[in-house]
């Protein structure tokens, strides 16, 4: 079984999206052998051109020799347009391989920055799992980084396919310490969510049912 980093996620009460990778943790926990960390909700910020740009990725997986293979899950439907597969949000639209050469490009910045940590190999992988791509040709992605809904349960298996195993090096405690380092401020608040969201139902409909029964006069 993999470490899963942060833990409490079995006990998170989430929906929607979130319920999403609170499933796919449970895939990688129980489906890669116990040589694989993976991290989940790893939050990067850089500056580009002036400008800050943020980003989460939603899957860090880990091997022993420090190597990387970073996830990017799409639940829900994707468009595939001439220039490759797009998510729709509310009033924007994200291209998938956009962001996750920007997710990739982020990290190796940042750990190049470092200079304390040898180089390692770091990948990436799109996960849709609702989501059966049609035209992979087109998609902006190598086909074999592409785990859509036909292949949903060889995930784990493609996973170890591009990131062997292989024996602990140097860089794998620094890695470590990396992504914990990115991760650190987020942990308490990811265990807090399902909570705080039932929470803010509660009182939203509570003040609700009070505001109906007050009568004010002019």
């Known amino acids: 079984m993999a470490a899963i980093i942060p833990d409490g996620w079995r006990e998170l009460s989430v929906t929607g999206a979130a319920q999403r990778e609170i499933e796919t943790l449970a895939i990688l926990a129980d489906g890669l052998p116990e040589e694989y960390t993976v991290y989940h909700a790893v939050h990067w910020t850089c500056i580009e051109h002036k400008f800050a740009l943020y980003g989460e990725i939603d899957f860090a997986v880990v091997n022993r020799a420090g190597d990387l293979l970073l996830i990017e899950q799409k639940s829900g439907f994707l468009d595939e347009t001439p220039d490759g597969l ?87 405690p620094k890695i470590h310490r990396f992504l914990s380092d990115l991760i650190q401020l987020d942990t308490d608040v990811s265990a807090l969510m399902g909570r705080a969201r039932n929470m803010v139902t509660r009182v939203s409909g509570g003040l609700a049912h009070w505001a109906r029964q007050l009568d004010f006069a002019p």
Do not use: H
Request: proline residues 8%; charged residues 25%.
């Open 86 to 172: 797009v998510k729709q949000y509310p009033g924007k639209s994200k291209s998938v391989p956009i962001q996750i050469s920007r997710m990739v490009s982020a990290i190796r910045g940042k750990l190049a920055n470092r200079g304390d940590i040898p180089s390692v190999f770091t990948d990436a992988l799109l996960y849709c799992p609702d989501y059966t791509v049609k035209y992979p040709e087109t998609a902006g992605l190598a086909p074999e980084r592409i785990v859509d809904a036909t292949r949903r349960q060889q995930l784990c298996s493609v996973i170890q396919k591009l990131l062997p195993v292989r024996e602990e090096t140097t860089a794998t």
